[in-house]
């Protein structure tokens, strides 16, 4: 780790390689978003065609937001507030900064309730409560046994508690560290997963269900669904990437990063429907099982592999770990802001936010137990979390950010922090400007009239 001393935010630590900073940003990236989140969004809105507005919104909207954000967070050095302010945004700017701070820690909340889930299942495929040689190694009945009761809660907690204590530690070390290894090894798992996928009698259909699309299946409550799927997996929206572009040293490729992050993270997303959909059709599951998915099908995926044991129990392992390469990013964004707005030590600053946290995430783990039949708007605490912060906080954030660098701050800004210099680069920066101006704020606004009748 070095320091980068001419920051108007005094000195901030940098990442120590241009591949650190890759790692770490696809280590934000990538996470339950892609392999808990993805599979049960398009289990639930038909597959294929789901997918293909997912990858529309990913190039058309996600690539350039990531751009904004990064260039935001390279030009000013500072937390999603600081930044808004320090290239005078003016109220806008505070309210998107605001909403950026308050949506990480609502996902925080519900995040930690899934990856409290991980625990669960890496103890119970370690000790072999998951028994895979059963007909029906899990149904789910099961799942609601291991993760319904104050065991589960439990075990948020105790994952709200590691990531915090890696926040203590500082920004780059841990994460960075933890990054450069994992994500190698987990693409790599992901792969064997993927390979053993082909040898189940459903593959043909699991396969068709997610690369055929059907088009009647687009709706407005479908594209809302990508478009906040777009938004939550590349971690977009809130800032995170914007504070983590801060930390980025100089010779680090914007443009370039933004686009390995959205094809490494799109990739991971592919892979885990490739998984998960065979096995759904195999095992005469329905795709349409909700958040609880994945962790339904997984046993039954694993169930199929020699040893399949060790294979879960690694799997759920660097699942948890990737879940907390997420989870550190965002944390970051309210801690920078408490610790560089609100001028909170940094101590002070992570174990607010772990107290702000730590009591949204019981309100969500409760929502699988005791509290379960406490809703809002028809929803439970979970949902409401998700929902809310992904499909409008994340792209309202999006919007104002890329109204904001494609209008006000305009194509010298790109220029100089994507930094073009052949014909090439400079057309993709046009291209990039030309969507945030156009493309993005056109594509939210219609999404969210959609969605809400209007249109
Ligand atoms: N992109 C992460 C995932 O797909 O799991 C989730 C996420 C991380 C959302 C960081 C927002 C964020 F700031």
Same mark, same amino acid.
């Not at 105790?158 to 920004?171: D, P, Q, R, S, T």
């Not at 945030?436 to 594509?443: G, L």
């Given at each position: 780790?070095?320091?980068?001393?001419? %920051?108007?935010?005094?000195? &901030?630590?940098?990442?120590?390689? @241009? !591949?650190? +900073?890759?790692?770490?940003?696809?280590?934000?990236?990538?996470?339950?978003?892609?392999i808990w989140r993805f599979p049960y969004e398009a289990? =639930?809105?038909?597959?294929?065609?789901?997918?293909?507005?997912?990858?529309?919104?990913? $190039?058309?909207?996600?690539?350039?937001?990531?751009?904004?954000? !990064?260039? $935001?967070?390279?030009? #000013? &050095?500072?937390?999603?507030? /600081?930044?808004?302010? @320090?290239?005078?945004?003016?109220?806008? /700017?505070?309210?998107?900064?605001?909403? /950026?701070?308050?949506?990480?820690?609502?996902?925080?909340?519900?995040?930690?309730?899934? +990856?409290?889930? #991980? =625990?669960?299942?890496?103890?119970?495929?370690?000790?072999?409560?998951?028994?895979?040689?059963?007909?029906?190694?899990?149904?789910?009945?099961? !799942?609601?046994?291991?993760?319904?009761?104050? @065991?589960?809660?439990?075990?948020?907690l105790?994952?709200? /508690?590691?990531? !915090?204590?890696? $926040?203590?530690?500082?920004?780059t070390k841990g994460i960075e560290r933890m990054s450069n290894v994992l994500m190698p090894v987990l693409f790599l798992l992901l792969i064997l997963f993927c390979v053993n996928s082909f040898t189940l009698s459903g593959w043909r259909q699991g396969v068709a269900f997610i690369f055929s699309p059907d088009f009647s299946k687009v709706n407005p409550s479908m594209l809302l669904g990508a478009m906040g799927q777009a938004f939550f997996s590349l971690s977009l929206g809130l800032g995170g990437m914007m504070t983590y572009a801060s930390y980025f040293s100089k010779t680090t490729r914007l443009a370039r990063t933004a686009v390995t992050t959205a094809v490494l993270d799109s990739a991971v997303a592919i892979l885990a429907g490739v998984i998960i959909f065979p096995a759904v059709f195999t095992f005469n599951l329905s795709p349409e099982a909700g958040p609880t998915l994945v962790f339904e099908v997984l046993p039954y995926v694993f169930s199929q592999l020699p040893a399949g044991r060790m294979w879960a129990t690694l799997f759920f392992i660097l699942l948890f770990l990737a879940s907390l390469t997420s989870t550190v990013s965002m944390s970051e964004i309210a801690i920078a802001y408490f610790s560089e707005e609100r001028r909170m030590s940094r101590r002070k600053a992570t174990l607010t936010c772990a107290l702000i946290a730590g009591a949204g995430a019981l309100l969500c783990a409760l929502s699988f137990g005791p509290a379960a039949g406490f809703k809002v708007c028809g929803m439970t605490m979970f949902n409401l979390f998700d929902y809310v912060a992904s499909n409008i906080s994340l792209p309202l954030g999006g919007f104002i950010c890329s109204v904001f660098v494609g209008w006000k701050?305009? %194509?010298?800004?790109?220029?100089?922090?994507?930094?073009?210099?052949?014909?090439?680069?400079?057309?993709?920066?046009?291209?990039?400007?030309?969507?945030?101006?156009?493309?993005?704020? #056109?594509?939210?606004?219609?999404?969210?009239?959609?969605?809400?009748?209007?249109?």
């Open positions: 780790m070095t320091k980068h001393s001419s %920051s108007p935010s005094g000195n &901030r630590a940098v990442f120590s390689t @241009r !591949f650190a +900073a890759v790692a770490t940003t696809v280590g934000s990236a990538v996470g339950l978003g892609n289990g =639930v809105h038909g597959g294929g065609a789901f997918l293909i507005c997912y990858l529309a919104f990913v $190039m058309l909207i996600g690539v350039p937001v990531l751009c904004a954000e !990064f260039c $935001m967070g390279r030009a #000013t &050095r500072s937390n999603i507030v /600081g930044a808004y302010s @320090r290239l005078k945004a003016g109220k806008p /700017g505070l309210f998107a900064g605001l909403l /950026g701070v308050v949506s990480s820690l609502l996902i925080l909340s519900f995040y930690s309730v899934v +990856a409290g889930w #991980t =625990v669960e299942y890496s103890l119970a495929s370690l000790t072999g409560a998951l028994d895979f040689s059963a007909a029906d190694p899990m149904g789910h009945d099961r !799942f609601a046994v291991l993760t319904g009761g104050w @065991r589960s809660t439990l075990w948020t105790l994952f709200l /508690g590691c990531n !915090f204590a890696i $926040m203590l530690g500082g920004v701050l305009r %194509s010298p800004f790109l220029n100089r922090y994507l930094q073009p210099v052949t014909p090439l680069t400079r057309a993709y920066t046009g291209y990039l400007g030309f969507c945030m101006r156009w493309v993005c704020p #056109t594509a939210i606004f219609l999404i969210f009239l959609n969605s809400i009748g209007i249109l």
